[in-house]
């Protein structure tokens, strides 16, 4: 069953990290030893009698040159990645057991969940639909015109109870002619549990193990 609520919510920013790739500068630093290996030997057995031509050492020596400072440039970027990595994770820090608002999949553990409907233009009626994670709708009412948050219960209409689970929920609408408009994902608040550094992406964990990107998170509360 739905019911309208009322609620205030606080907005915060989100940061990205960055992070580098081990794999890559360990195959730089091995191609530059190749290449130190490769022009000390070339000098060592060269032909006494047809010694190497001045210009071509010389641009050897440059692209030794380029080399190292391609692999001194990546020891800086992958030390600064690091740094901001870590930056960002002590900020967010902060975010561990707020609310953030999401569009992920929440769970209901027989506690009303508070819905944020977002109306498409021009709707003249809507619906909440609620599907569990394999795709399947579980339940389906009627809402009014409105962004007005409402509370979903876990009670179908028929009165019986949604088992506790993650959920998500979409708002479908029609317009004054009676013609559908595109599904809108309706956005809930959940309690986050944990913020996890995935490599280029920060991801947040919800209460009941469900996770978004943290760049999807587009409000922050304290937990009711």
């Not at 553990?109 to 909440?128: Q, V, Y």
């Amino acid at each position: 069953m739905i019911s309208p609520t009322l609620t205030n919510s606080t907005n915060n920013s989100v940061a990205g990290t960055a992070a580098s790739s081990p794999q890559a500068q360990a195959v730089l630093s091995s191609d530059f030893e190749t290449f130190i290996n490769m022009l000390t030997t070339q000098a060592k057995y060269q032909d006494p009698l047809e010694p190497l031509d001045s210009s071509e050492y010389a641009a050897q020596l440059a692209q030794f040159s380029m080399v190292e400072q391609q692999v001194l440039s990546n020891d800086l970027l992958t030390a600064l990645a690091n740094s901001l990595g870590n930056s960002t994770m002590g900020q967010m820090a902060g975010w561990i057991g707020m609310e953030g608002r999401t569009t992920a999949p929440v769970a209901f553990e027989n506690t009303p969940i508070e819905i944020l409907p977002d109306p498409p233009i021009g709707a003249k009626s809507m619906e909440l639909v609620v599907y569990d994670t394999q795709g399947r709708e579980v339940d389906r009412g009627a809402l009014p015109v409105s962004s007005n948050p409402v509370i979903w219960a876990g009670v179908r209409q028929d009165g019986s109870a949604v088992p506790a689970g993650q959920y998500r929920f979409e708002v479908e609408a029609v317009d004054s002619a009676g013609n559908p408009l595109p599904a809108a994902t309706a956005s809930t608040y959940a309690r986050i549990t944990e913020v996890q550094n995935n490599g280029n992406e920060t991801r947040v964990i919800f209460a009941g193990g469900a996770e978004a990107s943290a760049n999807a998170i587009t409000a922050l509360r304290k937990a009711i």
